[in-house]
């Protein structure tokens, strides 16, 4: 396959993954464009513009995904969420989630060093897109692709504002041996008043154990027990 073809089939891939089908594919391309490529190019614009869009759209959404659907939280915790899931690195395996890395147009310097893997870059690309969805179809469609995307990540941390994500934490660490984790959850007490125990396995080998009043504090403290365990071995 050209290499031509080869991108080509990579934007059907993301498209395909992100869930949403550009009709202005000139705002496509561009939301894909780094500046090392424009420069080759001589293209006028690169994503830039476009992420500094993005990240605007994308700060809103989810505020008012928390604002919507926790009541609970105050106005700083729910800064302290929406700063753990709207970071490069979140950003950055969310991206690597719908393939943005083979889509992306760089330059030979970018290319060489790796650009398709880079944090700073996939972040950028994927608010880029975000900010092209908008200016083509607007909030309405742009924000439920959004809370596809976020929400698993968005309910997890609102569950323990300003905690580490240990759990993420865990699963990359694991990732880089070809591991993944697996979670078992017991609960015990009166229904005002549980109590969860879980236990974080790879391979078969029990790694960490952890409780909390909630299934997701529980994994989140048997994460940390199992990252930094893992980590001191490996």
Same mark, same amino acid.
């Given at each position: 396959?050209? &290499?031509?073809?080869?991108?080509?089939?990579?934007?059907?891939?993301?498209?395909?993954?992100?869930?949403?089908?550009?009709?202005? +594919?000139?705002?496509?391309?561009?939301?894909?464009?780094? +500046?090392? %490529?424009?420069? =080759? $190019? $001589?293209?006028?614009?690169?994503?830039?513009?476009? =992420?500094?869009?993005? &990240?605007?759209?994308?700060?809103?959404?989810?505020? +008012? %995904?928390?604002?919507?659907?926790? !009541?609970?939280?105050a106005e700083g915790?729910?800064?302290?969420?929406?700063?753990?899931?709207?970071?490069?690195?979140?950003?950055?395996?969310?991206?690597?989630?719908?393939?943005?890395?083979?889509?992306?147009?760089?330059? +030979?310097?970018?290319?060489?060093?790796?650009?398709?893997?880079?944090?700073?870059?996939?972040?950028? #690309?994927?608010?880029?897109?975000?900010?092209?969805?908008?200016?083509?179809?607007?909030?309405?469609?742009?924000e439920p692709l959004?809370?596809?995307?976020?929400?698993?990540?968005? &309910?997890?941390?609102? =569950?323990? !504002?300003?905690?580490?994500?240990?759990?993420?934490?865990?699963?990359?660490?694991?990732?880089?041996?070809?591991?993944?984790?697996? %979670?078992?959850?017991?609960? &015990? *007490? !009166?229904?005002?008043?549980k109590q969860f125990?879980?236990?974080?396995?790879?391979?078969?080998?029990?790694? *960490?154990?952890?409780?909390?009043?909630?299934?997701?504090?529980?994994? $989140?403290?048997? #994460?940390?027990?199992?990252?930094?365990?893992?980590?001191?071995?490996?």
């Amino acid at each position: 396959m050209s &290499d031509t073809g080869s991108h080509t089939a990579a934007v059907a891939r993301l498209e395909d993954l992100l869930g949403y089908a550009f009709t202005d +594919r000139v705002q496509l391309v561009e939301a894909l464009t780094h +500046r090392s %490529y424009a420069g =080759e $190019q $001589q293209l006028e614009h690169s994503y830039e513009r476009l =992420e500094f869009l993005g &990240d605007a759209v994308l700060q809103l959404v989810v505020t +008012r %995904y928390l604002f919507d659907t926790r !009541p609970d939280l105050a106005e700083g915790e729910m800064a302290k969420v929406r700063a753990a899931v709207v970071n490069e690195r979140t950003l950055a395996r969310v991206a690597r989630n719908i393939e943005i890395g083979p889509a992306l147009l760089l330059g +030979r310097g970018e290319e060489l060093t790796g650009g398709r893997e880079k944090d700073s870059l996939l972040s950028d #690309a994927l608010e880029s897109l975000v900010g092209a969805i908008f200016r083509e179809a607007g909030l309405a469609v742009v924000e439920p692709l959004i809370l596809d995307l976020w929400r698993d990540i968005i &309910d997890d941390r609102a =569950e323990a !504002p300003g905690e580490r994500d240990y759990k993420t934490r865990l699963q990359e660490t694991l990732a880089r041996h070809g591991l993944r984790p697996r %979670y078992e959850v017991d609960e &015990d *007490g !009166p229904e005002h008043a549980k109590q969860f125990t879980a236990r974080v396995f790879a391979a078969g080998e029990l790694l *960490g154990e952890g409780t909390g009043t909630s299934k997701k504090r529980a994994e $989140q403290a048997a #994460a940390q027990v199992a990252a930094v365990a893992f980590e001191q071995r490996a």
